[in-house]
């Protein structure tokens, strides 16, 4: 059975605030998997630099693999990492992998909001990583109101469609 809820999605904070809001309202644990890989590595950019990037990947891939092996955590995961067909795979076995999808326009509100004022890759290429992210998620989840509370809900909503809902 699964026990984990894994949170995925282009804007890392947004998705990020959702985890942790949903594990509170679950009673349950939140973990960052990008906090979980900087506290493991201490200081990341000095490790690219002394050890090499592959090395650095190398660990941060063990960092977070190592999370298909907590129980009762909902989970923020880097897409990036997620699309690795492993990741997937066997993140799926213990999770319910859930996309919060966002389009193009979207992206660039928060982007502005946050007043980045700069175009990222996610919104460079939003169109393809939704794609990608939608055919490996179990679930996706639409969000175009930036609104967590709004995005909690239509989580439970799904959640409860396939009869795991946590509350």
Known sequence: MKSNILLVGLDYDFVKSVANELANKFDMFFLDVNDLIEYNLMDTENVKVTCGIEYFEKVEKKIALSVAEYENTVINFPYSLFLNANFSNILSKRAITIFIKMDKETLVKENFRR?????????????ELNKLLTEKAEMVVENSTLNTKICIDDIINELKKIKIDKK
């Open 115 to 127: 007043k980045e004022n700069k175009l990222s890759i996610e919104i460079l290429t939003c169109e």
